[in-house]
């Protein structure tokens, strides 16, 4: 079994920030990418941005200069930074991570269960 667990959403006001985590525990071998993506109210999921295992990032267009994707390989901890938040930001926040796990040979998508962030005056 593989879980992942987001933390550190919330309510901030707009132009604050959040700092989210997302750790990834259980019979893990190795994990590729891992990243963040959102689901606003009647929304489709959306990508934020992703993270490789040698830490080379990649961020949707809303998302550059605001939010920064980070990563602790030995914790198999990814973080995401958000700065300057705007109200159009609220939604629930999903980890995610392509991994191998123990005995597997073959990568598959894991998911976190979200965390709420809302972001409004």
């Known amino acids: 079994q593989v879980q992942l667990v987001e933390s550190g959403g919330g309510l901030v006001q707009p132009g604050g920030s959040l700092r989210l985590s997302c750790a990834a525990s259980?019979?893990?071998?190795?994990?590729?990418?891992m990243g963040w993506y959102r689901q606003a109210p009647g929304k489709e999921r959306e990508l934020v941005a992703t993270i490789t295992s040698g830490g080379s990032t990649s961020y949707a267009a809303s998302q550059i200069g605001r939010f920064t994707i980070s990563r602790d390989n030995a914790k198999n901890t990814v973080y995401l930074q958000m700065n300057s938040l705007k109200p159009e930001d609220t939604a629930v926040y999903y980890c995610?991570?392509?991994?191998?796990?123990?005995?597997?040979?073959?990568?598959?998508?894991?998911w976190g269960q979200g965390t709420q962030v809302t972001v409004s005056s």
């Open positions: 259980g019979s893990i071998f190795r994990i590729n990418l």
């Open positions: 995610y991570a392509d991994l191998i796990r123990l005995g597997f040979s073959v990568a598959y998508d894991h």
